[in-house]
C-alpha cells in the first residue's frame, strides 16, 4: 500500500509550478507563430494588389509551411499553380496534404481529387487514372471521377472502358450518354472494318444503333461495311438513310453512293439524285462531286455548263476557283490567268476548311469528333465559306 512520505509535499508544488510554466511556454510560442502567419496572409494580399503575383505566391507558401492546418490555402494554391501550368508545384501542394497522417477522411479525398487534376492537366494520364479509381468508392466524389475517367478513356482511346462508365453515369447519376456512347462503338467498328474483321465491326455497328438508332455515323459506317462485303445494294440502301435523316450530310457519302449505284445499274438515278441534293442543299463538296461525275458520265460541256449555273445561283472562291482551272486547261499559257488562279488559291485555302460549332476549331478533313474540344458531332459538313455567308 502507499505511503505518503514527508518529502512527498515539497515534491507537488514543484511538478505544479513546471507544469504551469510548460503550457504558458507553449502558449507563448503558438501565439508568436499565428503572429507571424497573419502578417504573411495580409503582405501575400499587398502584393497581389500591387500586381506581383509571383511574390504574393511565396507569401502565401511560407504561411503554408508556418502553419499546416491552413487546408483551404493548400487548395487554394494548388489550384492556382494548375491554372497557371505549374503542375509539378501543384502536385507538390497536394501529395503533401495526402501525406498528413492527421487529414481526416473527407479531407483526404478532396486532396486526392485535386491531385487527380493535376496529373489529367499535365497529360499524366496513366497517374490521373489511378487517382480517380481510388475516388469511385467515394460517393461525394464517385460522379465527377467517373467523368473524368470517361475523358481520360477518350483521349487514351480505351472504347470498351468509356462505354462502361458512359453507362454507369446514365444508371447512376441520370446523365444522358448515349449519343457519345454510338460514337464509341462507331470508332470500334471504323477500327475493326479497317483490320478486315467484319463481324465484329457489325456486332459494333448493331450496338450503335441501339444506343442512337438515328446515328449518322452509324449509318454510313453501316454502307461502308456493306460496300466492303461487296454488297452494293445493301450499302446504297444505308447511304440514301442519310436524305431523310440529315440531307447535309449525303456530301459525305455522295461520291462513294453514285459509284455504288452505277455499279448496281443505276447511273441515271445516281445523276438526279446527285442534282436534286446539289439544288436541295447546295454546298462546294457536293459540287465537286456532281461535276466529277457528270465530267466522267456526259462530258467536259455538260460538266462546265453546270458549274457556271451552279455557280450565278450560289456565287463562292471555292466553285470559281473550278471554273479558273477549266479555263487554264483550256487557254494555256496566260501570266494574268495563272495570277489570278494563284491569289484565288491563297483565299481559298483558309476557306476550304471545316469548322466545329462549340470551339471554332479548323480542319482541312471533316471529324466526327473536334480534335480542339473533344464535342462530337460539332462540325457542321460545310466549308467556312459557306457557313460565313449563311451566317
Not at 489529367?120 to 464517385?142: C, M, N, Q, T, V
Not at 441501339?210 to 461502308?224: C, F, H, I, W
Not at 436524305?243 to 450530310?249: K, Q, T, V
Not at 481559298?348 to 458531332?377: I, M, V
Amino acid at each position: 500500500m502507499f505511503e505518503l512520505e514527508p518529502w512527498h509535499l515539497l515534491v507537488l508544488p514543484i511538478v505544479f509550478a513546471a507544469g504551469w510554466f510548460a503550457r504558458g511556454y507553449e502558449a507563448r510560442v503558438r501565439s508568436a507563430d499565428q503572429g507571424v502567419a497573419p502578417r504573411s496572409v495580409f503582405r501575400g494580399l499587398n502584393l497581389l494588389l500591387n500586381e506581383q503575383p509571383d511574390k504574393a505566391i511565396d507569401a502565401f507558401i511560407e504561411v503554408v509551411k508556418l502553419d499546416p492546418e491552413t487546408i483551404e490555402l493548400h487548395y487554394a494554391l494548388g489550384n492556382l499553380f494548375r491554372r497557371r501550368g505549374e503542375i509539378d508545384r501543384a502536385v507538390r501542394i497536394h501529395t503533401h496534404l495526402l501525406n498528413r497522417a492527421d487529414l481526416p477522411a473527407k479531407e483526404r479525398s478532396n486532396a486526392l481529387a485535386e491531385l487527380g487534376q493535376d496529373y489529367l492537366k499535365g497529360g499524366l494520364l496513366d497517374r490521373a487514372e489511378e487517382s480517380f479509381i481510388r475516388l469511385l468508392d467515394d460517393h461525394p466524389h464517385r460522379f465527377a471521377a467517373l467523368r473524368a475517367l470517361l475523358r481520360i478513356y477518350q483521349m487514351e482511346r480505351e472504347w470498351l472502358k468509356a462505354i462502361d462508365c458512359a453507362r454507369r453515369l446514365e444508371r447512376e447519376a441520370g446523365e444522358a450518354h448515349h449519343v457519345a456512347i454510338a460514337h464509341f462503338y462507331c470508332e470500334l467498328a471504323d477500327k475493326s472494318i479497317a483490320k478486315g474483321e467484319l463481324d465484329d465491326a457489325q456486332r459494333y455497328l448493331d450496338e450503335a444503333l441501339v444506343a442512337d438508332r438515328r446515328s449518322l455515323r452509324a449509318t454510313v459506317l453501316a454502307g461502308d461495311l456493306a460496300h466492303k462485303r461487296g454488297q452494293h445494294e445493301e450499302a446504297v440502301k444505308h447511304w440514301l438513310r442519310l436524305e431523310s435523316l440529315a440531307p447535309d450530310y449525303l456530301t459525305l457519302v455522295a461520291d462513294r453512293l453514285s459509284l455504288a449505284m452505277d455499279a448496281t445499274g443505276r447511273r441515271d438515278e445516281a445523276l438526279n439524285l446527285l442534282r436534286r441534293s446539289l439544288l436541295d442543299s447546295p454546298s462546294v463538296d457536293m459540287l465537286e462531286v456532281v461535276y466529277k461525275r457528270v465530267a466522267d458520265w456526259e462530258g467536259a460541256g455538260p460538266a462546265e455548263a453546270l458549274l457556271r449555273d451552279e455557280l450565278k445561283r450560289h456565287p463562292s472562291l471555292l466553285g470559281f476557283e473550278k471554273l479558273l482551272a477549266l479555263r487554264s486547261a483550256a487557254v494555256k499559257g496566260d501570266p494574268e490567268l495563272d495570277l489570278l488562279r494563284t491569289l484565288i488559291h491563297a483565299q481559298t485555302r483558309k476557306l476550304a476548311r471545316y469548322r466545329c460549332n462549340k470551339c471554332g476549331f479548323r480542319a482541312r478533313e471533316f471529324h466526327w469528333q473536334c480534335p480542339g474540344c473533344t464535342s462530337w458531332d460539332s462540325y457542321p459538313p460545310r466549308r467556312v465559306e459557306e457557313l460565313d455567308a449563311a451566317s
